[in-house]
């Protein structure tokens, strides 16, 4: 009786630790398992080609026609204080960054007919270069005045607000945040779809940050210094009205001076609407600018 005691001790010793083995076995094959598939996913990942489909650093003495167009006032919009016009100025290349910059210039007569005390710089790449899906951004800093509105856009090339417009940046003279909004057909104008990025108080608007999108079919995610600040995907939009965002868009960079937004948040109606006289005395003494680094659209092959 001993001996069969003995013996089923050490066989029931023996079945305990294969099981145990057993059960070491199964977690090791299944971290392998897993541990394969991470790998797979990260091969897949890494090999994914980011093909640059637009660049420009403004390295050159002025602006590039090739790639871009100067744009000269037709349409006045907004109550902006401004007339866009194609003059060194207003926009020029300086120590290998572009450069818009409003001017003080009382009784600018446009080519409607219509009179400004302002005039500005305002580029876009329409028929020279757009594009659907990828990532828009831009390096941008802008200098401090109420009033100021310079902004980062894309816009599609039909009818407003039925081809959409996607706002990466817009700065309105309040250096601690800077704003990005989706419009659409049915929530254009006052959109619903529109967010802020405060600053902390050393690293404000008035400093070197890159604004961007990573648009997708059926999202639009912005980032800036490439961490996500809002979404808008198709499924909010379709709360509103149709989702603007499947059609070919182009760049958009320029500088706008008063206008309903910012008189909106600064309340100023004298000596310009939405534009103080700080900012004017600013604008006069050409120190209202608007510093753009680079621009880039990307697009990721899988």
Not at 242 to 255: A, G, M, Q, S
Request: charged fraction near 20%; glycine fraction near 6%.
């Amino acid at each position: 009786m001993a001996i069969k005691t003995v013996l089923q001790y050490k066989f029931n010793i023996l079945n305990m630790l294969y099981k145990r083995i057993g059960y070491v076995l199964i977690l090791f094959m299944t971290f392998i398992v897993v541990a394969n598939a991470q790998n797979k996913e990260a091969i897949k990942h890494n090999t994914a080609k980011s093909k640059v489909i637009f660049f420009d650093d403004f390295n050159g003495k002025q602006l590039d026609r090739l790639k871009w167009n100067v744009e000269i006032t037709g349409m006045h919009v907004n109550n902006e204080l401004q007339a866009y016009v194609d003059s060194a100025k207003t926009i020029y290349v300086e120590n290998n960054c572009l450069v818009l910059q409003p001017d003080y210039s009382p009784g600018f007569v446009t080519k409607d007919g219509q009179k400004f005390d302002f005039i500005s710089g305002r580029i876009n790449t329409k028929s020279k270069f757009d594009f659907k899906y990828g990532t828009a951004e831009a390096k941008i800093k802008v200098t401090d005045g109420a009033g100021l509105w310079p902004a980062w856009w894309i816009l599609g090339s039909g009818m407003w607000p039925e081809t959409g417009e996607i706002d990466i940046m817009e700065y309105i003279g309040e250096k601690d945040w800077v704003s990005a909004a989706v419009h659409g057909q049915g929530y254009s104008g006052e959109t619903p779809f529109v967010n802020r990025l405060y600053f902390t108080a050393n690293n404000d608007a008035t400093k070197w940050h890159i604004y961007a999108v990573d648009w997708t079919p059926d999202s639009l995610i912005f980032k800036y210094d490439g961490m996500p600040m809002f979404r808008v995907t198709k499924k909010m939009t379709d709360n509103y009205g149709k989702w603007c965002f499947d059609n070919y868009k182009y760049l958009i960079l320029n500088f706008a001076v008063g206008g309903v937004y910012p008189a909106k948040i600064n309340a100023v109606k004298t000596p310009y609407y939405g534009l103080p006289t700080t900012t004017l005395n600013a604008i006069k003494d050409h120190k209202a600018k608007m510093y753009v680094d680079w621009v880039k659209v990307t697009q990721t092959d899988f």
